[in-house]
C-alpha cells in the first residue's frame, strides 16, 4: 500500500518547483495533517518558460486513494496523480513526490 501525503510531504513540479500543500484541516494526521485532493496545493520557484513563461502555479490532483476518506474526501497517497498547472491552466506535468511519512499508507 502507497504511503499518505502529509503536509510534511515534500513534493516538487517537474521543472523543479516546490509544491506547498495548505490542508484544509489539521483533524487527521499521520505525524502531520493528512492531505486531501481538495487542500490547497501551490508552486512557488517553477522556472519553466519555453518560449513565452508559463510557471506551474498550482496542482490539481486527478487520481487519489480509492477507499480511505477524511472529512468527506478521499486522502492523497504516493500514487496519486497530480497535474502542475500554469496560471492559464494548462497542463505542464505531474507532481513529483521527493518524500514522505513511511508509517501509516491507504489504498
Known sequence: MPAL???????????????????GSSR???GAP????????????CSF????PQPCVSV?????ASRVRHG???VLTQSSVGLCLAATQ????TVLV???????SAL
Not at 516546490?18 to 490542508?23: E, F, L, N, S, Y
Open 5 to 23: 501525503l502529509t503536509a510534511a510531504s515534500s513534493m516538487m513540479c517537474p521543472h523543479g518547483g516546490t509544491v506547498i500543500a495548505a490542508p
Open 28 to 30: 487527521t494526521q499521520a
Open 34 to 45: 493528512v492531505l486531501r485532493a481538495s487542500d490547497s496545493f501551490t508552486i512557488a520557484g
Open 49 to 52: 518558460a519555453p518560449s513565452v
Open 60 to 64: 490539481q490532483w486527478v487520481q487519489t
Open 72 to 74: 468527506g474526501d478521499f
Open 90 to 93: 494548462a497542463p505542464q506535468g
Open 98 to 104: 521527493v518524500s514522505t511519512q513511511a508509517r501509516a
